[in-house]
């Protein structure tokens, strides 16, 4: 019996049993392929030689520090303008209290993101950081998308190095993978105009490596992109991991349409999602981290998605961020107890491990 009825999905089979790297063009046909079993079979295969049966969650708070935004991304139902009733920017003191009940409910993990917000002076983020630093020493700061980042160094006309550099040393310990969106243009511009360019996030995710700082990195799909489009990011993605290295773990974001500027599209459906974490798995033979994102995929799909290549499922994220509510699938639901994750993970067939931002195992743990 062959291993698929469509014959390109054979042809690839045999070169990643050899070990060899995809082509663009095996991109675009593990996308277009019917054969959806065999897709995930083949991501799998490579998801259990990296992992076996291993998949990886944290117990982690999200913190949005402002939403006030001076770009005003389409797929983006968060952001607001400094004048709307509901805009909001957290004071250092509250930015503590946030981090103190992440700590009490057994966060390593703070992932710390927000908006451009020109009101902002940049010791405004420096006694944010040192802040939360000197009383949770321990607490991993996870903050600061390439976005944010680039913002930063042209507001506050900062060298990359020196804002890097100045960061780290008030305690930001590795930096998510938000803002990567899709690298192609002309989509790139048509859904975020105002954020930097596909090589300026590449470039800056390239000097945080250099500088020691651990990044994540991201895809939003299912809005007005194409499959090359999808295929393009991947491939700029694994070369930039070719020269720095840096990468921790691919994210792929599935768009969530109500509140956005593009609330009258349908959004990716669930063979889309499968198929995009199973050709990310394919396609970054150079990351060792899938992420079945359990928020934007939803919490079956997310289970469904660790047959298909993914090894993480994130964390417990718990209430209060904003912005993760604002794309939530689940019914606006942001919080997985560790006992929930525990199960979804082992009902699936696979091991839960509990682990640090930094993959290194906090403990082995059964439900």
């Not at 709307?84 to 509250?94: C, G, I, K, N, R």
């Not at 993480?312 to 994750?341: F, P």
Request: glycine share 8%; aromatic share 10%.
């Amino acid at each position: 019996m062959k291993f698929s009825f469509d014959e390109k999905i054979n042809k690839i089979a045999e070169k990643v049993e050899r070990g060899e790297r995809l082509t663009f063009e095996d991109g675009l046909d593990l996308f277009r392929t019917e054969d959806l079993n065999a897709l995930g079979k083949l991501a799998d295969f490579v998801r259990r030689q990296k992992h076996g049966r291993v998949t990886y969650f944290n117990v982690n708070r999200h913190f949005n520090y402002t939403n006030i935004c001076v770009a005003d991304c389409k797929f983006c139902g968060f952001y607001r303008r400094s004048r709307q009733s509901d805009a909001y920017t957290h004071t250092v003191e509250e930015g503590i209290e946030i981090a103190r009940k992440a700590v009490s409910e057994g966060a390593t993990e703070l992932h710390i993101v927000g908006g451009l917000n020109t009101k902002l002076p940049f010791s405004y983020y420096i006694e944010l950081f040192s802040s939360i630093k000197r009383e949770f020493p321990k607490l991993h700061l996870k903050a600061l998308t390439m976005v944010e980042l680039d913002f930063m160094a042209r507001f506050y006309k900062m060298k990359d190095e020196d804002l890097i550099e100045e960061l780290k040393r008030a305690g930001v310990d590795s930096c998510p993978g938000g803002g990567a969106e899709i690298f192609a243009e002309p989509t790139r511009s048509r859904i975020c105009n105002h954020k930097c360019s596909a090589e300026r996030w590449l470039e800056l995710a390239g000097k945080c490596h250099k500088a020691g700082l651990k990044t994540n990195a991201t895809m939003l799909y299912g809005h007005i992109e194409t499959i090359e489009d999808r295929v393009d990011h991947l491939i700029r993605l694994r070369e930039q991991q070719d020269k720095t290295g840096g990468f921790q773990c691919f994210i792929p974001l599935a768009f969530y349409p109500p509140g956005t500027a593009l609330s009258h599209l349908s959004g990716p459906d669930g063979v889309d999602s499968l198929k995009t974490i199973a050709v990310s798995r394919l396609m970054l033979d150079n990351f060792e981290h899938i992420k079945a994102y359990w928020v934007m995929l939803g919490k079956r799909l997310a289970q469904t998605a660790l047959h298909f290549g993914a090894n993480d499922l994130d964390g417990t994220i718990t209430e209060g961020s904003e912005l993760t509510q604002s794309y939530s699938v689940e019914n606006g639901e942001v919080k997985m107890t560790k006992q929930e994750i525990i199960k979804l993970i082992e009902n699936a067939g696979f091991e839960a491990v509990e682990r640090d931002t930094l993959y290194r195992k906090v403990e082995k743990v059964t439900a």
